[in-house]
């Protein structure tokens, strides 16, 4: 789990918060695709009753590829060295350098009752936010992101 959360690349630190979600929006599409194939199959053998199935499939199947290739592929990718800008990466589409090093910190933020810790700016920490870690409901995940995940970014962040 630890190896989803983060991995190093060429002394860079790359956060992928949202990565552990992938296998329940693989899923979901899969799903998804087997309703429209269904759908598909219902509309050659039968012409009818295939319109439920190809709904289910498109509402199913359409929002798990849109989540997959958008929320899923975030990076915070956190630099070595001093006064490097740390980079949010939406896959390979879309890269902005977020704040330098030393203007930010580590905040514990909610959305819906799900919390998560986020890099936010120092001097508004209640301002805007890139999420660094998953959501943290479950024990486990918390567990593993607070003694094994959290101690690597703060070095790294104060690494100079």
């Known amino acids: 789990m630890k190896k989803q959360m983060m991995y190093w690349n ?3 630190l790359v956060l ?3 990565r552990v979600y992938n296998k329940i929006a693989n899923n979901i599409f899969i799903l998804g695709l087997l309703f429209l194939i269904l759908g598909l199959f219902l509309f050659m053998r039968l012409n009818d009753f295939w319109q ?3 709904a289910i499939g498109l509402c199913m199947g359409l929002p798990a590829l849109i989540y997959k290739i958008t929320v899923v592929q975030w990076q915070v ?3 070595q060295g001093e006064d490097i800008p740390i980079v949010f990466r939406l896959g390979k589409l879309y890269k902005c350098h977020i ?3 030393h203007e930010v910190d580590i905040v514990c933020n909610t ?3 799900n919390t998560f810790f986020a890099i936010a700016d120092k001097q508004n920490p209640y301002g805007k936010s890139y999420q660094i870690s998953p959501f943290l409901n479950k024990q486990k995940t918390a567990f593993i992101f607070k003694e094994e995940v959290l101690p ?3 070095e790294q962040l104060n690494n100079e």
Do not use: A, Q
Request: hydrophobic residues 35%.
């Open 10 to 12: 060429n002394g860079n």
């Open 152 to 154: 690597i970014i703060y």
């Open 77 to 79: 990718i956190i630099p």
């Open 111 to 113: 959305v819906n009752g």
């Open 52 to 54: 439920l199935p190809l």
């Open 16 to 18: 992928t918060p949202n």
């Open 99 to 101: 704040y330098r090093k």
